[in-house]
């Protein structure tokens, strides 16, 4: 079993440009795109306990912003879990995190993650 704590700089850096890009879709009101990028950092940090964990709190409160009591009530759930299956690293690759999709699926990741996710040997 590996013990994931803190992700790797590199890897971050990528994390951190998806929520960049999620609050600035959000300012522009393009709703779709922002739930797009908060998926894209949740597969990215889905590895690492602070920023899955951190993904699927902005997807609550995006859930909450839309008034979407499915959203809500699948980011809680993946809230009390979430967290503590990326610590042990039992996460499904490539699970977008939304309440659409089963908690447990994994599914096929973009390209472009993949790749980085291999260089930082977190796929």
Do not use: C
């Not at 590199?10 to 994390?15: I, T």
């Not at 609050?23 to 690492?48: F, N, T």
């Amino acid at each position: 079993m590996k013990i994931k704590t803190v992700i790797p700089d590199g890897l971050k850096k990528h994390y951190i440009k998806e929520l960049e890009l999620y609050r600035i879709s959000l300012l522009k009101s393009d709703l779709s795109k922002a739930w797009h990028h908060l998926e894209r950092s949740r597969i990215l940090g889905q590895s690492y306990p602070y920023e899955h964990t951190y993904s699927h709190w902005l997807m609550l409160k995006f859930g909450l912003r839309q008034k979407n009591l499915k959203k809500v009530l699948g980011q809680i759930l993946r809230l009390v879990v979430g967290g503590w299956k990326s610590f042990i690293d039992h996460v499904p690759t490539g699970n977008t995190g939304g309440s659409y999709v089963p908690p447990l699926k994994r599914m096929k990741l973009p390209i472009d993650l993949e790749k980085i996710l291999t260089k930082y040997n977190a796929a």
